[in-house]
């Protein structure tokens, strides 16, 4: 399956690196190179993240990542991520 990032997931994701880069420079590519790893392995099978507790769709799942929460929707061939969630109730 094709993995597609939202413009939304993007800015979140930098915005909490450059976080973490302001103390670790290298944690932060070490981050960043890992959560994405991770999100890719998810494109095999998908379905085995739970479903997402923000929404009530089966088709949006969550894949939980030290404490973060991807948010992402399976659609025909493509995996959307758009959600980059962490110690809030809401996206």
Do not use: H, W
């Amino acid at each position: 399956m094709k993995i597609i990032y939202t413009e939304s997931f993007v800015l979140r994701l930098e915005k909490q690196l450059q976080f973490i880069a302001k103390d670790k420079p290298l944690a932060a590519k070490k981050f960043k190179k890992n959560i994405l790893t991770t999100i890719k392995s998810v494109s095999s099978n998908p379905y085995l993240c739970r479903k997402s507790i923000y929404f009530e769709n089966d088709s949006i799942r969550d894949l939980i990542y030290k404490g973060y929460t991807i948010v992402f929707r399976i659609k025909e061939k493509q995996i959307e991520v758009f959600g980059f969630v962490k110690y809030q109730e809401k996206p």
